[in-house]
């Protein structure tokens, strides 16, 4: 079964750097994308970028540009999604998925990981 | 990048059929057949229903269909049932080699 297990909740003061992360099982890590989507509070979703991690190949979103990074480390088949100084609007609901292709469809999604940042 | 415009809201009664567009532009859904729809239930995660345009998954109900013409795709629910109030969400692949999503639509069965 594929299954995608993110991080847990964080709690964080703005101007703090982040790091959470999203451990994949059930097929081979290394031969799907992983995508990353915002859902703010009440709001709708937003694609923020993907990663290839058989190569590390990373597709961003020019609204998330220079706002996150995007990683992967194929030897624990964990993707990972950085953020080097938090603002308060990047409080939102943070989900993994997986795509087939980057041309794909997202087919399978972790369970979120909530982000707020507040002083 | 702009996300694709979607109605606020839809609404229907059961068993009755509706329909929620999607509008985009020649950069994202009118230049490529790589449409998804997404359902999702409060406080859960989404879940794929239409890929590729008109594709369904396995598992998926075949009371969702998908279709586009020019810069708008269509999701369309027939025999509504309760079950299918939630909010959907279009997805494009673009010209820049990213996706991007509607803004959402709330279906409430009436």
């Known amino acids: 079964e594929v299954q995608l297990v993110q991080s847990g909740a964080e709690v964080k003061k703005p101007g703090e750097s982040l790091k959470i992360s999203c451990k994949g099982s059930g097929y081979i890590f290394t031969s799907y994308w992983i995508a990353w989507v915002r859902q703010m509070p009440g709001k709708g979703l937003e694609w923020m970028g993907i990663?290839?991690?058989?190569?590390?190949?990373?597709r961003v979103s020019p609204s998330f540009q220079g706002q996150v990074t995007i990683s992967a480390d194929k030897s624990i088949s964990t993707a990972y999604l950085q953020w080097s100084s938090l603002k308060t609007s990047d409080t939102a609901m943070y989900y993994c998925?997986?795509?087939?292709?980057?041309?794909?469809?997202?087919?399978?999604w972790g369970q979120g990981t909530l982000v707020t940042v507040s002083s | 990048q702009s996300a694709l415009t979607q109605p606020a809201s839809v609404s229907g009664s059961p068993g009755q059929s509706i329909t929620i567009s999607c509008t985009g532009t020649?950069?994202?859904?009118?230049?490529?057949?790589?449409v998804s729809w997404y359902q999702q239930h409060p406080d859960k995660a989404p879940k794929l229903m239409i890929y590729?345009?008109?594709n369904r998954p396995s598992g998926v109900s075949n009371r969702f269909s998908g279709s586009k013409s020019g810069n708008t795709a269509s999701l369309t629910i027939s025999g509504l049932q309760a079950e299918d109030e939630a909010d959907y969400y279009c997805?494009?692949?673009?010209?820049?080699?990213?996706?991007?999503f509607g803004g959402g639509t709330k279906l409430t069965v009436l």
């Open positions: 990663i290839y991690p058989g190569d590390s190949d990373t």
């Open positions: 020649s950069s994202d859904l009118g230049g490529y057949n790589y």
């Open positions: 998925a997986r795509q087939v292709s980057s041309r794909g469809p997202v087919e399978n």
């Open positions: 590729d345009v008109s």
């Open positions: 997805s494009s692949y673009t010209s820049s080699s990213t996706w991007v």
